[in-house]
C-alpha cells in the first residue's frame, strides 16, 4: 500500500474558521456498527468484483454497470464510498478556487451520504449536525470519525466565529441539560516538516495563534499496537506501523520526527504482527 501526499495552500484571504462541536458523547467504535460497515464494504468489493477484497480496487464503470445486482444495504455501502471519492477531488478544487460556499456544501453532501447510505451515526450526532449546518455563517459541516458520537466539525465565516459557538453551545445545552457539550474554534497546525527537519516551503496563508513553546520530554510511549483493520487486506501481513508512504513506513516518519523534537527514549508498545517490527 502506497500513497501520495500533494499539499494545497489554504484560500486567501483566510476569512474561515473551523469549529468543532463536541457533542458530550464520546465515540467508540467498537461498540457501535462501524466494523459491520467495514465488512460490508469488502463484501460489496468481493460481489462487484470477484477476487477483490477492498472498494478501491473495484474500478467505477463496473460499480455503475453492477450496482443493482447487490443487496439494498451493500449498494448504500458502495454508492457512500464512490460518491466520497468524487467529493473528495471535488473538495481539492474547491479549496484550491478559495470557493469555501461550494466546500462547505460539499461537506453536507458528505454527511448525508454517511447518514443515508453508510447508515452511520447517532440520533444526537446528526442532530447536532443539523443544528450546526444550520446555524448563520456556517458554509457546512459534518461527522468527525466514524460518526457515531463524538464530533461535529464546520467550516465558518472567521468574523462570526465566536457568536456561532456560542449560539451552539446555547441551543444545544437547553436541549440535553444531561450532557456537556463543548463548542470551540480551533486553528490548523503550521504544516509538515521534511525527514531532515527543514520546514516545508510551501506557505500556509490562514492565520495562526501563536503558541507557546512546549518543553520536549526526554522519553516518550509511541502506539502501534492498532490491528489495521481498516487497511485490510494488507494489514493481514504487514502491521500497519509498517505500511508505506512515499516508500518509507509511516512509523519511520514518527521515530524521525520524534528524534528530531529531542526525544532520547521511546518505548514502542506493539500487538499486532510485532515480530515483523522488532
Not at 103 to 119: A, P, V
Not at 120 to 131: F, K, T, Y
Not at 182 to 202: C, I, M, P, Y
Request: charged share 20%; proline share 5%.
Amino acid at each position: 500500500l502506497t500513497a501520495s501526499v500533494s499539499p494545497i495552500l489554504d484560500p486567501l484571504p483566510s476569512g474561515f474558521a473551523w469549529v468543532v462541536a463536541y457533542s458530550g458523547i464520546s465515540r467508540e467504535l467498537t461498540k457501535s456498527g462501524f466494523n459491520v460497515r467495514v465488512a460490508e464494504c469488502h463484501q460489496a468489493a468481493a460481489e462487484l468484483l470477484p477476487n477483490t477484497k477492498i472498494l478501491s480496487d473495484v474500478p467505477r464503470e463496473i460499480f455503475d454497470d453492477r450496482k443493482m445486482s447487490l443487496p439494498e444495504n451493500l449498494r448504500k455501502r458502495a454508492t457512500h464510498f464512490f460518491t466520497e471519492v468524487e467529493r473528495v477531488h471535488a473538495g481539492a478544487k474547491a479549496w484550491q478556487e478559495a470557493n469555501l460556499e461550494v466546500f462547505g456544501q460539499l461537506m453536507n453532501e458528505s454527511c448525508e451520504s454517511s447518514i443515508k447510505n453508510y447508515e452511520a451515526g447517532s440520533d444526537i450526532l446528526i442532530e447536532l449536525h443539523e443544528l450546526v449546518s444550520g446555524t448563520n455563517c456556517v458554509y457546512g459541516s459534518r461527522f468527525s470519525g466514524g460518526g457515531y458520537g463524538g464530533c461535529v466539525v464546520a467550516l465558518v465565516q472567521r468574523a462570526a466565529a465566536d457568536n456561532i459557538c456560542a449560539s451552539i453551545q446555547e441551543t444545544f445545552t437547553s436541549r440535553h441539560s444531561d450532557l456537556s457539550p463543548k463548542v470551540f474554534v480551533v486553528e490548523t497546525g503550521d504544516g509538515l516538516s521534511s525527514a531532515d527537519g527543514q520546514r516545508s516551503n510551501v506557505k500556509r496563508h490562514s492565520a495562526l495563534i501563536p503558541r507557546p513553546p512546549s518543553p520536549v520530554p526526554h522519553s516518550a510511549v509511541l502506539l502501534a499496537a492498532g490491528r489495521g483493520k481498516r487497511q485490510r487486506p494488507y494489514t493481514d501481513v504487514t502491521p500497519k506501523p509498517l505500511l508505506e508512504v512515499n516508500g518509507r513506513a509511516t512509523l519511520d516518519y514518527v521515530l524521525t520526527a520524534v528524534a528530531l523534537a529531542g526525544v532520547e527514549r521511546v518505548c514502542l508498545v506493539t500487538n499486532h504482527l510485532e515480530e515483523k517490527i522488532f
